[in-house]
């Protein structure tokens, strides 16, 4: 079974930084995708990062330019470096796993909040 382990949320004033950790407990090549997600109470899971096996980044609008996904094939985690955060970025962060056709695998979650 894969786990995932997300580290690094908190507390974080606006306009400050944090930076997230997921630990996989496979390695991060064996999977085609990894990714963060966010959950804020009364709305889905949406996509915030995610980073192919090949480099491949993709961004929702909203963090462009403010957040950064990356990977470390050789510790087999994944980060995500957030900078100039909103209050909206308030949310639980979720780290994920992809495996072709469609299989995804979920950390616990790690809570996130921006505010003064």
């Known amino acids: 079974q894969v786990q995932l382990v997300e580290s690094g949320g908190g507390l974080v004033q606006p306009g400050g930084s944090l930076r997230l950790s997921c630990a996989a407990s496979?390695?991060?090549?064996?999977?085609?995708?990894m990714g963060w997600y966010r959950r804020t109470p009364g709305k889905q899971r949406e996509l915030v990062a995610t980073?192919?096996?090949?480099?491949?980044?993709n961004y929702t609008d909203s963090v462009k330019g403010r957040f950064t996904v990356s990977r470390s094939n050789a510790k087999n985690t994944v980060y995500l470096q957030m900078n100039t955060m909103r209050p909206e970025d308030t949310a639980i962060y979720y780290c994920?796993?992809?495996?072709?056709?469609?299989?995804?695998?979920w950390g616990q979650g790690t809570q996130v909040t921006v505010s003064s």
């Open positions: 994920n796993a992809r495996r072709l056709p469609a299989t995804d695998y």
């Open positions: 496979e390695r991060l090549l064996s999977f085609y995708s």
């Open positions: 980073i192919t096996w090949n480099g491949n980044t």
